[in-house]
């Protein structure tokens, strides 16, 4: 079973700042890898897939990279909205998922 | 526009069996793109992934789950369903269905909050 850790677990950032969120496969996912954003009383909305494409309608401000066990997304420049909880989530054996346990972005 | 509708007890007693129905309307549940599935949610926690079944019926079930899971599909009604036995308050939780594309979740429903208590 394929675990993901995602660090750190809180981020806090200013509007307009850089930040930068990561997650850690247990074992090879190529790049079978999406990125989540959930805010409260909300389901999680997908931002990007195949670890580095994004969704429909995601702003460029969110970019993903990596490949194999270690992935990062990168919020180019916090916008009030974008303080929520980010997920990642492996599927190289779809349709198993498997999700990270969060990093919360929150306002300094 | 595709939406997703869970329908469930709110409340199960411990040992007993927890059931939720998904509704599917503005799409075809029929579609050959798509799994459609079931993930759970507790307070401050990251998703699990329930298991996921094709319009064929074939179905795909999270390892630690199995033994007590059968997820199933009405294509007559366009609805999937969850059963899951003998719960125990660690089954507590936010239960969403989903559809799910062969790299993303593209559409939710809402949730349906499921309490395991006597």
Redesign the interface.
């Given at each position: 079973e394929i675990k993901m850790t995602q660090s750190p677990a809180t981020v806090s950032g200013s509007p307009g700042e850089r930040v930068t969120l990561s997650c850690r496969a247990s074992q090879t996912v190529a790049n079978s890898l999406a990125w989540y954003q959930q805010k409260p009383g909300q389901a999680p909305r997908v931002l990007i897939y195949g670890a580095s494409t994004r969704a429909t309608g995601i702003p460029a401000r969110f970019s993903g990279s990596g490949s194999g066990t270690e992935f990062t997304l990168t919020i180019s420049s916090l916008q009030s909205e974008d303080f929520a909880v980010y997920y990642c989530q492996e599927y190289n054996n779809w349709p198993s998922l498997t999700f990270g346990g969060g990093t919360k972005v929150e306002i300094k | 526009q595709l939406q997703l509708q869970e329908s469930g007890p709110g409340l199960v007693k411990p040992s007993e069996t927890l059931s939720v129905t998904c509704t599917v309307s503005g799409g075809s549940i029929s579609s050959p793109d798509y799994?459609w599935?079931w993930?759970r949610q507790t307070p401050g926690?990251?998703?699990?992934?329930i298991g996921?079944i094709y319009f064929s019926g074939r179905a795909?079930y999270?390892?630690s789950l199995k033994s007590r899971l059968i997820i199933s599909i009405d294509r007559s009604k366009n609805q999937f369903s969850l059963r899951l036995t003998s719960v125990t308050a660690a089954d507590s939780a936010l239960y969403?269905c989903?559809r799910?594309s062969?790299?993303?979740?593209?559409n939710?429903?809402?949730?349906t909050l499921v309490t395991v208590s006597s």
């Open positions: - | 799994y599935g993930i926690k990251g998703p699990q992934w996921s795909h999270n390892p969403y989903a799910q062969e790299v993303e979740i593209d939710w429903g809402q949730g």
